[in-house]
């Protein structure tokens, strides 16, 4: 499912039209990005949380040389799915 699939879905499923379903994905996906961007965990009960996790630095190969590589310390974005959540895919 692609964004415009998703924006349809939610049309479809709570009586919006398109362009106010298209606001209110953007909107959700928006307030998601800002928040863990700003450090904080985003929880959606039955769904899931995005938070930041922190990579620590680490020694690395290069695998066209197979030389040792020092890899920096990072931050990336995370999703821990809700147990509710899991069970459904797993089915």
Do not use: Y
């Not at 800002?34 to 938070?51: K, N, R, S």
Request: aromatic letters at 4%; proline letters at 3%; a positive charge.
């Amino acid at each position: 499912m692609n964004r415009s699939e998703l924006i349809a879905s939610v049309a479809e499923q709570t009586g919006l039209n398109a362009q106010e379903a298209a606001a209110a994905v953007t909107a959700t996906l928006d307030g998601i990005a800002q928040g863990v961007a700003a450090g904080d965990a985003v929880a959606l009960a039955g769904f899931g949380t995005f938070e930041r996790r922190h990579r620590a630095a680490r020694a690395g190969r290069n695998p066209q040389t197979g030389e040792a590589i020092q890899i920096a310390a990072s931050v990336a974005p995370a999703f821990k799915p809700a147990t509710a959540f899991r069970r459904l895919v797993a089915e």
